[in-house]
């Protein structure tokens, strides 16, 4: 009944949104459309004249008197079957599924933080129309994982040298639905087939300084997030996506600026470009004396609008006043009981750490890039393989024979046993590494012992 009358809600004129009808496809709820705040205030700001600025080389002039503080909370939707908290009839308790707490524990060890071994969920309260429960089922003040740090090498091309960026937390919750906004502003749907899909939420500490450093810390957390298994981390699918806060204020102020939020961002890129233009816009108004025009809000990145000068402020543009911890009114969930962890659970959740094995960072992102190589990998050396060796093989002849041949690590013929044979003829002088790859040629890409001793008679036949 209850369903039926969800369905069946339409919202008339004298009530806070336009008219809006929930509706059926498929045999599913799919979408509404209404007119919503968000859409409005997005298509207001872009009806306003754009304000005229200074060329980009004046701004960069202007932005060496000024440092941003940047955080970015990166959302990670994991690898399950069911959703969050129940996959049993509408209307029952919540129950929390277990593999949620494998993944969050994997992912909490995988960026050295500490676990919390007794967590809880809260309720996070708001109304908005991609949350049909009126509140968000999530983790306030006791997460999962707290106190953390991912080690970084940032590109050559960007400055270059290690940093060290902090991970204040990571915690559980469910997704809310998706809006899709009309382009004129007049209306909105949401996709609610997402509301209720498990996240891990990894909240850095404010510790970058450029766009590129933020992108390359979310760009660590997918490669962790990959080779754990922990999720696919396509971005171009919304399996992980990203909000980050930017601040700026003069060199040497102690007070911190105000903080900008700019929401769902949806590729690295996009998150360097966002946070580099935010910065330009929030040291523009300060240097022309209108910094109090900086508000605490949320803004939207809009990719299209990218210009080859800063000639207006239609990059970023507001998307709602920035709510507070109160106006969330977070209480535990009732509904819950407290998440427990046993130091016999997390050990038995381990983890691999490819620096112990005297590998290159270079070789460590490969390997951990695709959970399916690094797989291949570790039965590799499980056999008994020289550990540079088997990475080596991999990263060169077996990667190009793969892009060559457009084939995956599963198709490939070669298993990782016979990897570690010819590995081990190599290293024990009985062929050399030229004659290893001459076989991988021939026998396109399998290097079975049959056909390895078949290939050895032949060029000892052919010697003597």
Same mark, same amino acid.
């Given at each position: 009944?209850?369903?039926?009358?969800?369905?069946?809600?339409?919202?008339?004129?004298?009530?806070?949104?336009?008219?809006?009808?929930?509706?059926?496809?498929?045999?599913?709820?799919?979408?509404?459309?209404?007119?919503?705040?968000?859409?409005?205030?997005?298509?207001?700001?872009?009806?306003?004249?754009?304000?005229?600025?200074?060329?980009?080389?004046?701004?960069?002039?202007?932005?060496?008197?000024?440092?941003?503080?940047?955080?970015?909370?990166?959302?990670?939707?994991?690898?399950?079957?069911?959703?969050?908290?129940?996959?049993?009839?509408?209307?029952?308790?919540?129950?929390?599924?277990?593999?949620?707490?494998?993944?969050?524990?994997?992912?909490?060890?995988?960026?050295?933080?500490?676990?919390?071994?007794?967590?809880?969920?809260?309720?996070?309260?708001?109304?908005?129309?991609?949350?049909?429960?009126?509140?968000?089922?999530?983790?306030?003040?006791?997460?999962?994982?707290?106190?953390?740090?991912?080690?970084?090498?940032?590109?050559?091309?960007? $400055?270059? !040298?290690?940093?060290?960026?902090?991970? =204040? +937390?990571?915690?559980? #919750?469910?997704?809310?639905?998706?809006? %899709?906004?009309?382009?004129?502003?007049?209306?909105?749907?949401?996709?609610?087939?997402?509301?209720?899909?498990p996240l891990l939420e990894i909240v850095s500490e404010p510790d970058m300084r450029t766009g590129v450093e933020a992108a390359e810390y979310a760009a660590e957390i997918q490669r962790l997030a990959r080779y754990l298994g922990v999720s696919n981390g396509n971005m171009q699918e919304g399996s992980l996506y990203c909000d980050v806060n930017v601040s700026v204020q003069p060199i040497g102020q102690s007070q911190v600026g105000t903080k900008v939020e700019i929401k769902n961002l949806?590729?690295?890129?996009?998150?360097?470009?966002?946070?580099?233009?935010?910065?330009?816009?929030?040291?523009?108004?300060?240097?022309? $004396?209108? !910094?109090?025009?900086?508000?605490?809000? =949320? +803004?939207?990145?809009? #990719?299209?609008?990218?210009?080859?000068? %800063?000639?207006?402020?239609?990059?970023?543009?507001?998307?709602?006043?920035?709510?507070?911890?109160?106006?969330?009114?977070?209480?535990?969930?009732?509904?819950?009981?407290?998440?427990?962890?046993?130091?016999?659970?997390?050990?038995?959740?381990?983890?691999?750490?490819?620096?112990?094995?005297?590998?290159?960072?270079?070789?460590?992102?490969?390997?951990?890039?695709?959970?399916?190589?690094?797989?291949?990998?570790?039965?590799?050396?499980?056999?008994?393989?020289?550990?540079?060796?088997?990475?080596?093989?991999?990263?060169?002849?077996?990667?190009?024979?793969?892009?060559?041949?457009?084939?995956?690590?599963?198709?490939?013929?070669?298993?990782?046993?016979?990897?570690?044979?010819?590995?081990?003829?190599?290293?024990?002088?009985?062929?050399?590494g030229k004659i290893g790859k001459e076989v991988m040629k021939l026998s396109k890409g399998k290097a079975n012992p049959g056909l390895l001793n078949k290939i050895l008679l032949e060029k000892l036949n052919a010697k003597s």
């Amino acid at each position: 009944m209850a369903s039926n009358i969800f369905r069946r809600i339409q919202n008339y004129p004298l009530l806070l949104y336009q008219t809006a009808l929930f509706r059926r496809k498929n045999g599913a709820l799919l979408y509404c459309t209404m007119k919503t705040t968000e859409a409005q205030t997005a298509t207001q700001e872009k009806q306003k004249p754009p304000t005229k600025v200074l060329p980009r080389t004046q701004i960069d002039k202007i932005s060496k008197d000024y440092e941003a503080i940047i955080g970015i909370e990166t959302h990670v939707q994991l690898n399950n079957l069911t959703k969050a908290f129940c996959g049993c009839m509408p209307g029952a308790l919540p129950v929390l599924n277990s593999k949620v707490i494998e993944l969050a524990v994997k992912l909490g060890l995988a960026l050295n933080c500490k676990l919390s071994l007794n967590s809880k969920f809260d309720r996070k309260q708001y109304f908005y129309p991609d949350l049909p429960k009126g509140y968000q089922l999530s983790q306030f003040d006791v997460p999962i994982a707290s106190g953390g740090y991912i080690d970084l090498d940032i590109p050559v091309e960007f $400055g270059g !040298g290690h940093s060290r960026f902090g991970t =204040t +937390r990571v915690h559980m #919750e469910e997704d809310a639905g998706k809006l %899709l906004h009309s382009e004129n502003g007049s209306y909105s749907q949401v996709d609610l087939n997402r509301a209720g899909v498990p996240l891990l939420e990894i909240v850095s500490e404010p510790d970058m300084r450029t766009g590129v450093e933020a992108a390359e810390y979310a760009a660590e957390i997918q490669r962790l997030a990959r080779y754990l298994g922990v999720s696919n981390g396509n971005m171009q699918e919304g399996s992980l996506y990203c909000d980050v806060n930017v601040s700026v204020q003069p060199i040497g102020q102690s007070q911190v600026g105000t903080k900008v939020e700019i929401k769902n961002l949806n590729s690295f890129s996009s998150v360097s470009r966002a946070i580099d233009f935010e910065i330009s816009r929030q040291v523009l108004l300060h240097s022309q $004396g209108q !910094g109090d025009q900086i508000t605490q809000e =949320t +803004r939207l990145w809009e #990719e299209g609008a990218q210009l080859p000068v %800063l000639n207006t402020f239609l990059k970023t543009v507001t998307m709602r006043k920035k709510e507070g911890l109160s106006d969330y009114q977070y209480f535990p969930e009732p509904d819950l009981p407290g998440v427990i962890l046993t130091k016999e659970y997390v050990n038995k959740v381990k983890r691999r750490r490819h620096e112990k094995m005297d590998l290159s960072m270079q070789d460590v992102l490969f390997l951990a890039n695709d959970i399916n190589v690094a797989k291949f990998f570790d039965a590799t050396i499980a056999k008994g393989s020289d550990v540079k060796l088997a990475a080596n093989w991999i990263m060169r002849d077996i990667a190009a024979y793969m892009k060559n041949e457009k084939l995956t690590i599963n198709e490939i013929k070669l298993i990782p046993q016979e990897l570690a044979k010819l590995i081990a003829s190599i290293k024990g002088g009985i062929i050399s590494g030229k004659i290893g790859k001459e076989v991988m040629k021939l026998s396109k890409g399998k290097a079975n012992p049959g056909l390895l001793n078949k290939i050895l008679l032949e060029k000892l036949n052919a010697k003597s």
